[in-house]
């Protein structure tokens, strides 16, 4: 089992920034992506980004250029740093996690990101 706590959520205007976290425990040794998915009132939750163990990263059309995903493999911790937020980019964010073959998946609990225009 694999435990996720997700931090950094909040209200930010139009234009500004936040910077999640998410830490896992557990049984860790088996992850290989660690990601982030959203999902906004009424619709289905989608991928933001996602990073291999090995650094290499996927981005959803509509994070690209203004979201970084990152990860830190000695602390079991991946971010993702929002920048230029939009107001359609409100949603409950989820931290996820994958081993190699892309399933055995476990989620967070969601942080809720709120941006105002």
């Known amino acids: 089992q694999v435990q996720l706590v997700e931090s950094g959520g909040g209200l930010v205007q139009a234009g500004g920034s936040l910077k999640l976290s998410c830490v896992a425990s557990?049984?860790?040794?088996?992850?290989?992506?660690m990601g982030w998915f959203r999902q906004a009132p009424g619709k289905q939750r989608e991928l933001v980004a996602k990073?291999?163990?090995?650094?290499?990263?996927s981005y959803a059309e509509s994070a690209k250029g203004r979201f970084t995903i990152s990860r830190d493999n000695a602390k079991n911790t991946v971010y993702l740093q929002m920048n230029n937020l939009k107001p359609e980019d409100t949603a409950v964010y989820y931290c996820?996690?994958?081993?190699?073959?892309?399933?055995?998946?476990?989620w967070g609990q969601g942080t809720q990101v709120t941006v105002s225009s």
């Open positions: 996820n996690t994958k081993n190699i073959l892309g399933i055995d998946d476990y």
């Open positions: 557990g049984s860790t040794g088996n992850i290989y992506f």
């Open positions: 990073i291999s163990s090995g650094g290499r990263t």
